[in-house]
């Protein structure tokens, strides 16, 4: 199993940055892929940013050059430094992984608890 945690939410004026980290703790796994999905309300969950085990890096258009998505592998966590904040950025942001469960060589999903972000105009 696969615990994530994440931190870093807050409200920010426009203009504004902050910066989420997911951490990943357990036993037995290798992450393939880390992703930063969101979901403001009343709209379904979007990929924002993913990376994948080689470090290749994808954003979805609206966030591309203000967003990064970068990790530290010794500690298992990955990062999300969003600048130049939009209040259509507002939504709760969610950590995922893939990960292969060694004992079982099997891929699993696995969420964060999701960390509010609000953009005031």
């Known amino acids: 199993q696969v615990q994530l945690v994440e931190s870093g939410g807050g409200l920010v004026q426009a203009g504004g940055f902050l910066r989420l980290s997911c951490a990943a703790s357990?036993?037995?796994?290798?992450?393939?892929?880390w992703g930063w999905y969101r979901q403001a309300p009343g709209k379904q969950r979007e990929l924002v940013a993913g990376?994948?085990?080689?470090?290749?890096?994808n954003y979805v258009d609206s966030v591309r050059g203000r967003f990064a998505i970068f990790r530290d592998i010794a500690k298992n966590t990955v990062y999300l430094q969003m600048n130049s904040l939009k209040p259509e950025d507002t939504a709760v942001y969610y950590c995922?992984?893939?990960?292969?469960?060694?004992?079982?060589?099997?891929?699993?999903?696995?969420w964060g608890q999701g960390t509010q972000v609000t953009v005031s105009s």
């Open positions: 990376i994948t085990s080689d470090g290749t890096t």
């Open positions: 995922n992984v893939d990960a292969t469960l060694i004992r079982s060589y099997s891929n699993q999903h696995y």
């Open positions: 357990g036993r037995g796994f290798s992450i393939n892929a």
